[in-house]
T-cell receptor, first 112, second 120 residues
Framework: KAGVTQTPRYLIKTRGQQVTLSCSPI?????VSWYQQTPGQGLQFLFE???????NKGNFPGRFSGRQFSNSRSEMNVSTLELGDSALYLC???????????FGQGTRLTVV | AQKITQTQPGMFVQEKEAVTLDCTYD???????LFWYKQPSSGEMIFLIY??????QNATEGRYSLNFQKARKSANLVISASQLGDSAMYFC?????????????????FGTGTLLAVQP
């Protein structure tokens, strides 16, 4: 059974650009959550989707957005990138809340 | 306010010895779950063990056990017989409202982590 797949694994972008990260959950899982991990702030919750609906949102500016498709795959978008957006972005999937979450390997974004 | 505290930034342990990683939490929700994850240098978060707030017994999973002291709001991870492959970052995390299906969420609140180094 395939795990959570995040693409791309590594990304370098320039300040002001926008970026889209993708997450394919484990087959059958309908819940996807996103987290940002930085050395300074640690792991912070971004948002959570279940059956294409955003159920919960963390304390991030509106530049951070996401969506979930009918096949449960999810994307997150960051517009007008800032240097501080450099981080490891982790996606987690589960059958549905509050089941155990399985994480992907993350997308490491570097903003220069 | 909901919070997870891990006071040990780094720990050393000799191979084959046991080690305890500390975690304290704060929540006003009577229904919550506590998790431990391992994060190797590759970045993936690997689930280790789970303890529900209403569970009567401490959780165990192979070499991992969770020392749950509800009154002290602590959920320490014990790794027995440490192996070189256990060297990684370890995160304690909490989820609230685990017994409320209507308002259930997968949102996890993480501690700052403990970097464990197992020495041969």
């Amino acid at each position: 059974k395939a795990g959570v797949t995040q693409t791309p694994r590594y990304l370098i972008k320039t300040r002001g650009q926008q970026v889209t990260l993708s997450c394919s959950p484990i087959s059958g899982h309908r819940s996807v959550s996103w987290y940002q991990q930085t050395p300074g702030q640690g792991l912070q919750f971004l948002f959570e989707y279940f059956s294409e609906t955003q159920r919960n949102k963390g304390n991030f500016p509106g530049r951070f957005s996401g969506r979930q498709f009918s096949n449960s795959r999810s994307e997150m978008n960051v517009s007008t990138l800032e240097l501080g957006d450099s981080a490891l972005y982790l996606c987690a999937s589960s059958l549905g809340p509050p089941d155990e979450a399985f994480f992907g390997q993350g997308t490491r974004l570097t903003v220069v | 306010a909901q919070k997870i505290t891990q006071t040990q930034p780094g720990m050393f342990v000799q191979e084959k010895e046991a080690v305890t990683l500390d975690c304290t939490y704060d929540t006003s929700d009577p229904s919550y779950g506590l998790f431990w994850y391992k994060q190797p240098s590759s970045g993936e978060m690997i689930f280790l063990i789970y303890q529900g707030s209403y569970d009567q017994q401490n959780a165990t999973e192979g070499r991992y056990s969770l020392n749950f002291q509800k009154a002290r709001k602590s959920a320490n991870l014990v790794i027995s017989a440490s192996q070189l492959g256990d060297s990684a970052m370890y995160f304690c995390a909490m989820r609230e409202g685990v017994n409320q299906p209507a308002g259930a969420t997968n949102k996890l609140i993480f501690g700052t982590g403990t970097l464990l180094a197992v020495q041969p």
